[in-house]
């Protein structure tokens, strides 16, 4: 016999999941017991449930398996939905748990009782019920092989506190399904045949295993073809850097921009990313980024899929066409600090098989660019949804997926004050992660989007709602509260002292950059 909570994390280890990031509350205090007792399972506190259902994602992108988190019921599950919704974009397999009230109470409408439901299926592949009629084993198992199976995704497991607190006899696990093959229409592989041939006006979307080292050398020989334009969407999930991939270009997050990289397009052929739309309406600009009368070519959407898919379209081999090795750009060693001369020290420091988790968004303009011939890294945008502030809690789960790989979070200032909370996971585990805050103390990108409206817009009092100062915000004193090492610089030399200093250090460390 054992608890339901017990026979739940029994299950989530049945599908291979090997890691729990939580925020738990009463409702979950008899999973808090069996976390104590069952050693298969790692779990990791986090300060809000933003930085679990982050940190979780970070986990499932670098070791394409499920991850899972534990949170308290209906308010629990809100407080993450924004980084579970960026996790849905990302396609990461992720089990939610999420602890319920009690049977006997909920139709009582206890204060904190809520529409789990509604909540969760705005996220989820699937939402599960735990339930006395099935073992709870049973259940999470499901739900595990659920969030990995077809297209990945986050899937939601409601359990009722007192089916977590129940006894039930020991369940056998269920056996792992083996995964299959995801197909291609072979309709569709002809017809990407054909554009793939043309001579111009073809763009190819690529995303998912493509992308990943496995994937090098089919990437490269479909780089190779002077036919195509090969692009990734705007934040696409995960890169792994390295010569195959210098040609490869991401699609610029301004919507005239991407549209002018698009402009010739007459075929699109996607394998496993997404037909390329723009982030925002705008009242002077197309809601569609691709020319009018071009063919949409969807080859699959399932990253899993993306790799199989690109073999069948372009022969696979064993080595990757030569790729010309280009020096980083050459920094600027003093002056004033500038996206330029920042991104330009990074390339020349980054580590080789670094991970680097980008939000560093307006201040990282050009950062893509010139790191693309630095030593080999993966890179992880962390917006693949939009919702800001993903960066730090991502690069939690990133961490202690790959220990022994360098994390490099690179994350503007304004997001960062999101989820500074996860700093303090940080530092509890001891993670090998080097955050780098970018200051310039304003929502830029909405100063710019303001601009954009006109000189009558941008008045002084809208210029306020923009301005994270006065007063200013010491992003250095925050990260040593939460007991991360930090240090501020403002100037290229400062910075490249600081940043070799963090790099040649295990464990977590922060430099704010002021930008001037």
């Known amino acids: 016999m054992s608890t339901g909570a017990h026979q739940i994390l029994a299950g989530l280890t049945d ?21 104590g007792r069952l050693h298969e399972l ?22 394409d398996q499920p991850s899972a988190i534990l949170l308290h019921l209906g308010p629990g599950l809100a407080n993450a939905t924004a980084y579970l919704h960026n996790a849905k974009r990302a396609h990461s397999p992720i089990v939610v748990l999420v602890g319920e009230h009690s049977t006997g109470i909920k139709p009582l409408d206890p204060p904190l009782a809520s529409d789990i439901d509604a909540l969760a299926h705005t996220f989820s592949k699937a939402v ?6 099935i073992a709870p084993r049973h259940s999470a198992a499901k739900a595990g092989f659920a969030a990995l199976e077809g297209t990945p995704g986050p899937v939601t497991l409601i359990v009722p506190s007192d089916l977590a607190w129940s006894e039930f006899d020991d369940a056998q696990p269920l056996s792992k399904p083996i995964p299959l093959e995801p197909s291609i229409d072979p309709a569709v592989l002809a017809e990407a045949l054909t554009a793939l041939a043309a001579p111009a006006g073809t763009t190819v979307v690529v995303g998912g295993t493509l992308l990943h080292d496995e994937g090098a050398p089919t990437l490269a020989r479909l780089l190779a073809q002077s036919n195509l334009t090969v692009v990734t969407n705007t934040f696409t999930p995960r890169i792994d850097r390295s010569p195959a991939t210098q040609g490869l ?8 921009m991407a549209a002018t990289v698009l402009k010739d397009t007459r075929k699109l052929v996607v394998i496993g990313g997404q037909v390329p739309v723009p982030f925002f309406g705008y009242p002077h600009l197309p809601d569609r980024l691709l020319p009018e009368g071009c063919e949409v070519i969807q080859v699959t959407t399932n990253p899993r899929a993306a790799l199989g898919a690109a073999r069948q379209l372009i022969e696979n081999s064993d080595e990757s066409p030569s790729a010309p090795i280009v020096a980083p750009p050459t920094q600027t060693r003093d002056g004033q600090l500038t996206p330029a001369g920042f991104a330009a020290v990074m390339s020349e420091l980054l580590p080789s098989e670094a991970v680097v988790v980008d939000e560093s968004n307006t201040l990282g303009i050009g950062l893509e660019e010139a790191t693309a011939y630095a030593r080999r890294h993966t890179w992880l945008p962390a917006l693949s949804g939009g919702a800001i502030g993903h960066g730090l809690p991502l690069a939690i789960g990133v961490a202690l997926a790959a220990p022994g790989r360098k994390v490099i979070a690179l994350i503007a200032d304004g997001s960062s004050l999101y989820s500074h909370q996860a700093l303090w996971t940080h530092a509890a585990q001891n993670l090998d992660i080097l955050t780098v805050v970018l200051i310039n103390r304003s929502y830029a990108i909405l100063n710019f989007e303001l601009d954009r409206l006109g000189s009558t817009a941008a008045t002084d ?24 090492a930090s240090v501020q610089v403002a100037t290229l030399d400062s910075l490249r002292d600081a940043l070799v200093a963090a790099l040649g250090q295990q464990g977590p460390r922060l430099v704010a950059v002021e930008f001037n």
């Open 15 to 35: 599908a291979g999941i090997t890691i729990l990031f939580t925020n738990p509350g009463t409702t979950e205090i008899h999973f808090v017991d069996a976390l």
């Open 128 to 133: 599960f019920h735990a339930s006395f009629e």
């Open 249 to 256: 270009r991401r699609l610029p997050y301004l919507p005239e």
């Open 42 to 63: 790692q779990s990791v506190l986090t300060l809000t449930e933003a930085v679990a259902a982050g940190a979780a994602d970070g986990f499932a992108r670098i070791t």
């Open 461 to 484: 009092d809208a210029r306020r709602l923009l301005s994270l100062a006065p007063p200013p915000i010491d992003h250095a004193q925050i990260a040593g509260g939460l007991g991360v």
